[in-house]
């Protein structure tokens, strides 16, 4: 039985390489394994050293500690219910970043300015609306 670490990384490395638009083949040849091994690795029947973690965070653009993230409330913090609760809001935000990086650049930052005038009426929203540009 794969270990909850090893089952995290392989979840969070599927995430972020769906959220960044790649295959399965493409990020095994760019970090130099077949496309088994990375199925391997998001399911956890393959734990992934190190080194490889390192070359996969490089692929995929995030620092080596993204795929371990929440790690420490995933298994303590949440019952069933709130469990599959967060997996269904994480995947919709996924959704959302996969969307957001096909706007083209120069739209993006009037789109999150935007998205920033929905939300409540706080001095930190106001403050960072400010730093947005055309």
């Known amino acids: 039985m794969p270990h909850p670490v090893d ?25 130099g394994v077949r496309f088994q ?6 399911v956890a029947s393959n734990r992934v ?3 490889r973690l390192w070359d996969i965070s490089k692929v995929l653009n995030v620092d080596v500690t993204y795929f371990f993230e929440g790690l420490d ?3 303590n913090a ?9 997996r269904s809001q994480y995947q ?3 959704e959302l970043l996969r969307v ?9 930052s009037i789109f999150t300015k935007f998205v ?8 930190e929203t106001n403050a960072n609306t400010d730093h947005t540009t055309h």
């Open 7 to 31: 089952i995290h990384v392989g979840k969070r490395i599927r995430a972020r390489r769906w959220a960044a638009d790649e295959t399965q083949k493409c990020l095994a040849e760019k970090v």
């Open 116 to 123: 920033k005038t929905l939300l409540p009426n706080t001095s």
């Open 37 to 42: 091994q990375i199925q391997k690795y998001e």
């Open 49 to 51: 050293s190190a080194s």
């Open 92 to 94: 919709e935000a996924i």
């Open 78 to 86: 949440h019952t069933m219910v709130e469990a599959r609760k967060a």
């Open 73 to 75: 409330t995933t298994k």
């Open 100 to 108: 957001y990086y096909k706007i083209p650049e120069h739209q993006r």
